[in-house]
């Protein structure tokens, strides 16, 4: 194996993504962290330009329209680089990057 430049771009990503319990995710990274999240959390942080100001970066989303029952129906890869949701509330605009998801890791060491 040489090294090489070419992989330095490329953060960690997803090895594997599974509903830990109705409101909570996990994700096992290749880098070996285990993220946990509680899926309402993620929903809150949607990076989408009609649930964050794409300019100033200020949330549009109000927390209280939100469902009380929220949780992702699926998960699709984009890309190489991020994760798109599609929410039980009908929203699907929201492409999580690899970087937003570790940000928002809510696990024991990252909390
Ligand atoms: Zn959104
Ligand atoms: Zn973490």
Redesign the pocket.
């Known amino acids: 194996m040489t090294e090489e430049n070419s992989t330095s771009t490329t953060g960690p990503a997803p090895k594997d993504i599974r509903q830990v319990d109705p409101a909570t995710l996990g994700i096992t990274w290749t880098d070996g962290?285990e993220?946990t999240y509680g899926v309402r959390h993620l929903r809150e942080n949607c990076p989408c330009a009609s649930c964050i100001d794409e300019w100033t970066g200020v949330k549009r989303l109000d927390p209280a329209t939100i469902p009380e029952n929220i949780k992702p129906v699926n998960l699709q890869s984009v890309g190489l680089y991020a994760i798109q949701f599609f929410w039980n509330d009908g929203h699907d605009t929201g492409f999580y990057s690899h970087k937003l998801m570790r940000k928002l890791?809510q696990?024991i060491?990252?909390l």
Do not use: A, G, L, V
Request: proline residues 0%.
């Open positions: 962290h993220s890791c696990c060491e990252c």
